[in-house]
């Protein structure tokens, strides 16, 4: 029954690894979004896409690639990890992408060493 | 640039006690507001969405109101109750579904 779910929970790599982390809802949403929680608590917007189209894209490093294969999800690949790329990432979904509602997945507490 | 500010960054009250969450932010050209919960470790769980036509939600213990012209939102809890210790976020919505959060003010309510 889980609204937004994310995989890993945990990921703990090495500097200069590339990993992903997976996103799906299944509330039939037509937006979803990846955000970025620092070790400050500052949760800060990083992709948005709208039926598989990007609509969103908040100055973040192109190591950073999200991947939409259908509306129900949305992957986060990142490429060269650097120790700053340590913290929370969060997915979301929302009905659509006029200010609607968000919902939250769990994050993935992400570790680069 | 929308920037959204929260005070205070952290309060302690006794149970039982009524308090009031704040959320400033500078540009009032909002589609709306959303007012979420953060537990330590774990995800977002939205409380309230107020749009930009709205002065206030409520829902349960928990009242919140928006006056866009100053830029303000409020959250009020009232009876306050140690299961209601976290950390509050709120965050301003486009209509291009750009959001914007606040620091977020961490709450706990002492038994």
Known sequence: DTAVSQTPKYLVTQMGNDKSIKCEQNLGHDTMYWYKQDSKKFLKI?????????IINETVPNRFSPKSPDKAHLNLHINSLELGDSAVYFCASSQSAGGYEQYFGPGTRLTVT | KQEVT???AALSVPEGENLVLNCSFTDSAIYNLQWFRQDPGKGLTSLLLIQSSQREQTSGRLNASLDKSSGRSTLYIAASQPG???TYLCAINTNAGKSTFGDGTTLTVKP
């Open chain 2, 6 to 8: 929260q005070i205070p």
């Open chain 1, 46 to 54: 990083m992709f948005s896409y709208n039926n598989k189209e990007l």
């Open chain 2, 84 to 86: 209601d210790s976290a």
